[in-house]
């Protein structure tokens, strides 16, 4: 018996995934906002949609789309102001249900999971009966809908849920993986953005056949290293596990400017704030960061992404602050003067922070050494003062001087974030 089919007897995948989920939440506690084009996201003229309804899909308009643009494909669409307390809201009532049959569940945003049913059958029923009851459970429960991928692993799970929108159902077997996968196109493959499905159709590579046949020669010059797990991917090979009670991957928080920003002094103010931001709910967590990332997009909608890793991990907003500066100098030594009207900071390899307790009173020499920071007043000290000041009298009683007289920016709903 081959692996894969080995997998196929063992496995029982779900992905659920809400369908247009904020919008659905909307149209769902505002009766007289169903049946019409609705947009979740930023009204002014830089924000971005957060969220489409299916109604205003059908104009092109998608997620992460400028909200000028998804207002000149569907004029009579309507903006609505994301409310991420009632998501977040739904979301653990979704999550409810999910535990009601498996504690393997793998959460990768509010409104999406794979679930390891496997160990449930016996007690629930075949995967598409365990799917169709999560799916009524769901909707009597929140009113809304979700689609449903079933299969024996998560690669085809996902692809399967998202074969039938909305409030799909989709039971990928093992004999039918070749059968469903090779006439779709390239782009339905999880990790293939635009850029690399292009590159893909220039080589006349257009369908999961087409990949999943090509030679490992072809592929190489694109995905490198990972040719032969791309290879797998095409013939529907995932032998990934859930993994339920993920740790927290990357805590981050961008802004979209009301205007382009050209000047490096002003940037470096809101990196001063963005830090202060994630650094808070770090600290929250009870989390350390190895890894500082910062995300810049020019006013061409270019994306750029830098990234330092460093030890021992740090909590320390001027550790943090410091290496976001470096790295964004750096670059903006090879773009002077870009005008930049996103900003992000990202911090990743998480880990508790209790596990460095014991290296705690020499770490901060260290991690200034580490990043060239200055000597400054004990971060130990001072950042959690800042912290309690902050959650007694909000988050803007207290601010370093840095982050003052920062550019207007978006209420967008991009803001702090968990992964």
């Known amino acids: ?13 779900l992905h659920v995934d809400m369908d247009a989920f904020y919008a659905s939440v909307e149209q769902h506690d505002r009766p007289e906002l169903r049946g019409l084009p609705i947009i979740v996201g ?6 971005v949609v957060a969220a489409a309804s299916y109604e205003v899909r059908r104009f092109g308009v998608h997620s992460a789309m400028p909200t000028r643009i998804a207002l000149e494909r569907c004029p009579d669409a309507i903006l609505v102001t994301p409310r991420m307390s009632r998501y977040k809201e739904v979301s653990r009532l979704v999550f409810a249900v999910f535990e009601e049959f498996t504690p393997q569940i793998e959460g990768l945003s509010l409104d999406e999971a794979f679930l390891d049913i496997t160990a449930s059958l016996g007690l629930f029923g075949t995967a598409e009966c365990i799917a169709q009851e999560i799916k009524t459970r769901i909707t009597e429960r929140t009113g809304l809908s979700a689609s449903v991928g079933v299969s024996h692993n998560k690669l085809l799970a ?3 849920s998202d074969l039938n929108k909305p409030n799909g159902l989709c039971v990928i077997s093992p004999e039918q993986v070749q059968h469903i996968l090779d006439p779709l196109p390239i782009r339905r493959l999880p990790g293939i953005g635009p850029k690399t499905a292009a590159r893909l159709e220039e080589l006349s590579l257009h369908t999961f056949c087409d990949v999943r046949t090509a030679t490992e020669n072809t592929l190489r010059p694109i995905f490198g290293r990972y040719t032969k797990q791309v290879l797998e991917r095409a013939s529907g090979i995932d032998q990934r596990a859930v993994i339920a009670d993920v740790a927290e991957k990357q805590i981050s928080a961008e802004e979209t400017f009301a205007q382009d920003i050209g ?5 470096h103010g809101e990196l001063a704030g963005l830090s202060d931001r994630v650094c808070q709910l770090l600290r929250k967590r009870s989390l350390l960061t ?42 903006w030594l090879t ?3 870009a005008r930049i009207r996103l900003l992000g900071v990202s911090l990743s390899t998480l880990v508790a922070a209790d596990q460095l307790e014991l290296f705690k009173g020499d770490a901060n020499a260290i991690r200034r050494s580490a990043v060239g920071e200055p000597a400054r007043h004990d971060s130990m000290t001072l950042d959690p003062t800042l912290d309690r000041i902050r959650q007694k009298y909000g988050a803007d009683s207290v601010k370093r001087a840095s982050s003052l007289g920062k550019a207007v920016k978006e209420d967008g709903f991009k803001d702090v974030r968990r992964r």
């Open 335 to 337: 773009k002077p003067g």
């Open 290 to 331: 190895g890894t500082v990332s910062i995300k810049v997009r020019t006013h061409d909608f270019d994306t750029i992404t830098r990234s330092l890793t460093f030890k021992p991990a740090s909590d320390s907003t001027g550790t943090i602050l410091t290496v976001a500066k470096d790295l964004l100098d750096r670059w």
């Open 158 to 160: 996902k692809i399967a």
């Open 42 to 47: 930023g009204g002014s003229a830089r924000g």
């Open 263 to 267: 000047l490096l002094d002003a940037l």
């Open 1 to 13: 018996m081959s692996k894969q089919s080995h997998d196929a007897v063992r496995r029982a995948i």
